[in-house]
């Protein structure tokens, strides 16, 4: 597999406290940290992190790691939306599975996490959706797992999805087989359980993508525990999902990883390609004339991260 579905990147007034509470909470280790970001994920059992979360090594641990990474960005921006209400509604949420949903939240609501929706509460049951830290308050879904999918040493949590709303799936879906993401499952609710839709996607290999969709069979949410890379978009037909550079966004990015630079070149230059070639049909049918001045020079960080372009 040559690109594959990295981490998500959230920004947040707090770093220290969104750390203490991942960490304390949901069993996540900090992998990276530097005074502006930090690398955190949730550790199988046997497994373990960097010594020195801000050394050289720990850097190249995260860009190593095989498995689904949280990042968390310090801005000092105020106001910042946590992506669930209107009118940016884009970012859903992030979202771990454990063995025993209601055992979990009893004991986090113990020790103080607040929730949106406890696993009884609400159309859906057996789900539940806990508060981060304040002010941002991002969503964190719990989701019961399937053990008989897992080793029974796995840890309480594992990092399982992030979920985004979009208006057009197949548009959504096309762009991240781009990706090397793959359709696992679909899941699809009426009114009485909201009216929407669930598309669930995969860093998987072909080999292994039976595999996921079978684990997928029969749950009531997709869960296919062992890559931790699953990618849930949700379409609603009333939604108005914004992504873009709207005051204060929480979700900062999505990261891919590439295995190599000469693929991220490649995929980079047609990607390149496809737009001058779009901006290039803009103006024809605006009536302006191509200009030699007009090209602008597009960075892509996974080139930039192996060093193929400046």
């Known amino acids: 597999m040559s690109i594959q579905w990295r981490k998500s990147t959230l920004r947040v007034t707090d770093l220290?406290?969104?750390?203490?509470?991942?960490?304390?909470?949901?069993?996540?280790?900090?992998?990276?940290s530097s005074d502006a970001s930090a690398d955190l994920t949730i550790l199988r059992n046997g497994e373990s992190g960097p010594s020195d979360p801000k050394s050289a090594d720990a850097v190249d641990f995260v860009l190593a790691y095989d498995?689904?990474?949280?990042?968390?960005?310090?801005?000092?921006?105020?106001?910042?939306?946590?992506?669930?209400?209107?009118?940016?509604?884009?970012?859903?949420?992030?979202?771990?599975?454990?063995?025993?949903?209601?055992?979990?939240?009893?004991?986090?609501?113990?020790?103080?996490?607040?929730?949106?929706?406890?696993?009884?509460?609400?159309?859906?049951?057996?789900?539940?959706?806990?508060?981060?830290?304040?002010?941002?308050?991002?969503?964190?879904e719990i989701v019961e797992r399937n053990n008989a999918l897992v080793p029974a040493d796995w840890p309480t949590f594992n990092l399982s999805q992030t979920m985004l709303r979009?208006?057009?799936?197949?548009?959504?879906?096309?762009?991240?087989?781009?990706?090397?993401?793959?359709?696992?499952?679909?899941?699809?609710?009426?009114?009485?359980?909201?009216?929407?839709?669930?598309?669930?996607?995969?860093?998987v290999s072909d080999e292994r993508l039976a595999e996921a969709k079978k684990a997928a069979e029969g749950s009531d949410d997709v869960q296919f525990c062992d890559s931790q890379?699953?990618?849930?978009?949700?379409?609603?037909?009333?939604?108005?999902?914004?992504?873009?550079?709207?005051?204060g966004p929480g979700l900062r990015h999505a990261c891919h990883r590439a295995e190599n630079g000469l693929f991220a070149s490649h995929f980079c230059r047609r990607r390149r390609r496809q737009r001058r070639r779009r901006s290039r049909r803009r103006r024809v049918r605006s009536g302006r004339l191509p200009s030699a001045h007009s090209k602008q020079k597009i960075v892509c960080h996974v080139c930039k991260l192996y060093g193929v372009i400046e």
């Open 166 to 203: 979009v208006k057009s799936v197949d548009e959504s879906v096309k762009f991240y087989a781009k990706l090397g993401m793959k359709v696992i499952a679909e899941k699809h609710f009426g009114p009485e359980s909201g009216d929407f839709s669930l598309y669930f996607l995969a860093s």
């Open 16 to 32: 220290a406290s969104n750390i203490e509470f991942f960490t304390k909470h949901f069993g996540f280790t900090l992998l990276r």
């Open 229 to 247: 890379v699953v990618l849930g978009t949700a379409a609603r037909t009333d939604a108005q999902p914004r992504h873009r550079r709207q005051r």
């Open 67 to 140: 498995g689904q990474v949280l990042e968390l960005e310090l801005t000092t921006e105020s106001g910042l939306h946590n992506g669930n209400t209107d009118p940016y509604r884009g970012f859903g949420h992030i979202a771990v599975n454990a063995g025993d949903v209601y055992k979990v939240c009893d004991k986090l609501v113990a020790d103080g996490v607040k929730f949106k929706k406890l696993p009884d509460e609400g159309r859906m049951k057996g789900l539940a959706f806990a508060f981060g830290p304040e002010p941002e308050q991002y969503w964190i």
